[in-house]
T-cell receptor, first 118, second 112 residues
């Protein structure tokens, strides 16, 4: 069974940093591109970043470019999102999602909440 | 990276059919056959309902169907049921790399 489990969310002050993790199981993690998607409270989904299976290709939304860094460790079946210079508008539930057999988002984690507030 | 445009809300009675539109540009929806649709119930993660414009993953009811014409994609839910009440989002790739994505603004479906 495919499982994606996010962790690392929490309360952080504006300007602070946080590192999210997504632990994958039930599939060959190294064969799939992965994504981070976020959802601010009461708002819609926003694509944040994607990374190819071998980390050769990485893309970011303009809203996080230069502040967030996506990475993965295929040996540990894990996806990461390093978030720096956090702003109030980064407050959201962050999901990891797979680019799978059925395209973008065939499997999602349960999400981890990031709150940026003083 | 502008969001795709969806109606804020759509409603219908049980048994009826409804259609949700998703309008983009030739750089996203109109340029690639990689439109997906997701259903999200409150407090839950999104669930993939349609991929590659009109394909259903295994396990998704055949009451859900997708199509595309030009820069606009559509999701149709036929035989509306109470459990279909949820938020629905479309997404598309925005470049030939297939790694850059964009979501729609989201549509709240209400079953009357």
């Amino acid at each position: 069974e495919v499982q994606l489990v996010e962790s690392g969310g929490g309360l952080v002050k504006p300007g602070g940093s946080l590192r999210l993790s997504c632990a994958a199981s039930g599939f060959t993690f190294s064969s799939y591109s992965m994504n981070w998607v976020r959802q601010a409270p009461g708002k819609g989904l926003e694509w944040v970043s994607s990374i190819s299976s071998s980390s050769s290709y990485i893309y970011y939304a303009d809203s996080v470019k230069g502040r967030f860094t996506i990475s993965r460790d295929n040996a540990k079946n894990s996806l990461y999102l390093q978030m720096n210079s956090l702003r109030a508008e980064d407050t959201a539930v962050y999901y990891c999602a797979r680019d799978g057999t059925f395209g973008f988002g065939d499997y999602w984690g349960q999400g981890t909440l990031v709150t940026v507030s003083s | 990276q502008s969001a795709l445009t969806q109606p804020a809300s759509v409603s219908g009675s049980p048994g009826q059919s409804i259609t949700i539109s998703c309008t983009g540009t030739s750089s996203d929806v109109g340029g690639y056959n990689y439109v997906s649709w997701y259903q999200q119930h409150p407090g839950k993660a999104p669930k993939l309902m349609i991929y590659d414009v009109s394909n259903r993953p295994s396990g998704v009811s055949n009451r859900f169907s997708g199509s595309k014409s030009g820069n606009t994609a559509s999701l149709t839910i036929s035989g509306l049921q109470a459990e279909d009440e949820a938020d629905y989002y479309c997404s598309s790739y925005t470049s030939s790399s297939t790694l850059e994505k964009v979501f729609g603004t989201g549509t709240k479906v209400t079953v009357l």
